[in-house]
């Protein structure tokens, strides 16, 4: 039996952030937009998130911390003005601006944004559509992508469109590819997003004939304590993630320092990965602990005592006055605890008598943690997304590896590849504001 066929403008793989924001974007300018999403409800990981929309302050500043291809970070900053303005013209609500982490932001309504978008795809002649795959791309004689084939419970359908955005969400729900393009280790990490991002957009884009910028092993996540309950309930993603962990000291099993951690609790979950066994030992002070561990991570959240919140949850940690202790812990819990001493004192001594010669290096933050009582917990990395996916130039069109356009065909999202290396300025920035510049290349600005 032959597909039914539908004629749209534009076809939009994924209902998160970058899908449905370019979807909205092109159906307000006329297009009709036919979105499809795997999952039976829209925002993909954009609904697990706070709302943060931020970024770095400055193009030089996203090199620094993003990491990525310069020319894509470039993009961001510079479509991230127009995604502000597109939200407060639709009367979404934008809060006032604040400093988050390396760069500036807003809470935005994120509901709000994404079922705007919905409403503007239908109210425009499109179609929202769940619990439906795209099994397969189509293409003319030439090699240009047409459309898609989709499946559902109703049966297949193929969707003719001039221009599909790739926007799956990455491929952070798949183990196998995890431990292909991350580390061995991330096979087995903690998933702290939503379960259907498993990489059909990397598969879509390399059957199409597109380079996959897969070897880019950047992930966005954080660490977290050990939890029974993790996956049961989302609100566990923040609660039980250390995001003060750029003013520790991390430890591998072998006692000793491995990153410089203060590039950010995103970035020390990337070094966590690597080590033996993908875990840390988080070590901290009274210091620490008072004006960060306990601090919300941004000027609107709730305060919290991430330690208590860790071990109330049956996360292994201590709080002691005493340093042969946090020693003692740490071999319980398999680190070599003598060497881990041995590295506290190196570190606070460093800090004293010459941080330059610290190593690994300490940009930021780099103040003794000498003020009892002492904390330590052991944490493992769990990831949101993934920064590798499809290559892509600075219009979001979709590249084959000789560097070529696959014609009709864009990513964003954590689909598009590079954006970002092995650090991080904002996720929801990178999707929207590449949402919206895959829209305009598709004709629609």
């Not at 999403?37 to 996203?62: D, F, N, Q, Y």
């Not at 939890?227 to 003060?244: D, I, P, V």
């Amino acid at each position: 039996m032959s597909a039914e066929i539908l004629e749209c403008d534009l076809l939009v793989i994924g209902a998160g952030m970058a899908g449905l924001s370019a979807a909205g974007w092109a159906a307000e300018r006329g297009a009709k937009v036919v979105v499809v999403e795997k999952a039976s409800e829209l925002g993909g990981s954009a609904v697990l998130s706070g709302g943060m929309l931020w970024t770095a302050s400055s193009p030089e500043r996203m090199a620094l911390y993003g990491g990525g291809r310069r020319d894509l970070g470039r993009v961001v900053c510079d479509n991230y003005p127009v995604a502000l303005d597109w939200l407060r013209r639709r009367g979404i609500e934008v809060s006032r601006t604040m400093q988050v982490l390396h760069g500036y932001g807003y809470q935005i309504d994120i509901i709000g944004h994404l079922r705007g978008c919905a409403e503007l795809v239908e109210k425009h002649g499109g179609h929202v559509v769940f619990d439906t795959t795209t099994t397969s791309l189509l293409r003319d004689a030439s090699g240009r992508v047409t459309g898609g084939r989709t499946t559902c419970a109703d049966g297949d359908v193929d969707v003719h469109a001039r221009h599909t955005i790739i926007a799956t969400g990455g491929y952070q729900g798949s183990p196998e590819l995890r431990a292909r393009y991350i580390h061995p280790n991330a096979g087995g990490m903690l998933l702290r997003s939503n379960p259907a991002s498993t990489g059909d957009g990397l598969r879509l884009g390399q059957e199409a004939g597109a380079e996959v910028a897969g070897e880019n092993p950047g992930f966005y996540g954080h660490l977290v304590s050990e939890c029974e309950a993790w996956g049961s309930e989302t609100r566990l993603y923040t609660m039980l993630s250390q995001y003060h962990s750029d003013h520790t000291l991390l430890l591998n099993e072998d006692g000793r320092r491995f990153c410089d951690e203060s590039f950010g609790d995103h970035s020390n979950t990337y070094h966590t990965v690597l080590q033996e066994n993908g875990r840390a030992l988080c070590f901290w002070d009274q210091r620490v602990q008072s004006g960060h561990a306990t601090q919300p991570i941004v000027a609107i959240a709730a305060p919290m005592d991430r330690m208590a919140v860790a071990l109330e949850y049956g996360g292994k940690g201590i709080a002691s006055a005493s340093l042969d202790e946090i020693a003692a812990f740490a071999n319980a819990q398999g680190f070599d605890g003598a060497q881990a001493l041995r590295s506290i004192a190196k570190y606070n001594h460093q800090c004293r008598n010459g941080w330059e010669t610290l190593s690994p290096p300490r940009a930021e933050h780099c103040l003794p943690l000498d003020a009892a009582p002492f904390y330590a917990l052991v944490v493992h990395p769990a990831i949101t997304f993934t920064f590798g996916g499809l290559t892509i130039d600075t219009h979001a069109q979709v590249l084959r590896p000789d560097g070529t356009p696959v014609e009709g065909l864009l990513a964003a999202g954590s689909d598009a590849g590079a954006a970002f290396g092995t650090g991080y300025a904002g996720g929801l920035a990178l999707a929207m504001t590449f949402g919206l510049e895959a829209a305009r290349t598709a004709g629609w600005n």
